[in-house]
Nanobody
């Protein structure tokens, strides 16, 4: 079991950058890790995922080329570097961990077993 805690959210202007961090209470080297986000009145949606080894990443089309997910298994942390932020990126961002599967990275919420409490990101126009 692992507990996750996100940090790094805040209020920024369109075009700015922000770096989110997710710290785990235990070892994460057996988990695929992901970031999801949820805007007010909307469902939680997939943002990015990274395989247990860090060798494979996958992004939602809406953030591809602007966001970068990375991990440091020695420090049990996962980061999300967000560049060229847009007002549409405004949401609560959640870190998630799921057992690595042979089928590869998943964009489905149900495939992730552990979740953080979320961190608010607000992008003003």
């Amino acid at each position: 079991q692992v507990q996750l805690a996100e940090s790094g959210g805040g209020l920024v202007q369109a075009g700015d950058s922000l770096r989110l961090s997710c710290a785990a209470s235990g070892r994460i080297n057996i988990y695929d890790m992901a970031w999801f986000r949820q805007a007010p009145g909307q469902e939680r949606e997939f943002v990015a995922a990274i395989s247990w080894s860090g060798g494979i990443t996958y992004y939602a089309d809406s953030v591809k080329g602007r966001f970068t997910i990375s991990r440091d298994n020695a420090k049990n942390t996962v980061n999300l570097q967000m560049n060229s932020l847009k007002p549409d990126d405004t949401a609560v961002y959640y870190c998630a961990a799921g057992r690595a599967a042979m089928s590869g990275l998943s964009v489905l919420r149900d495939m992730y077993d552990y979740w953080g409490q979320g961190t608010q990101v607000t992008v003003s126009s």
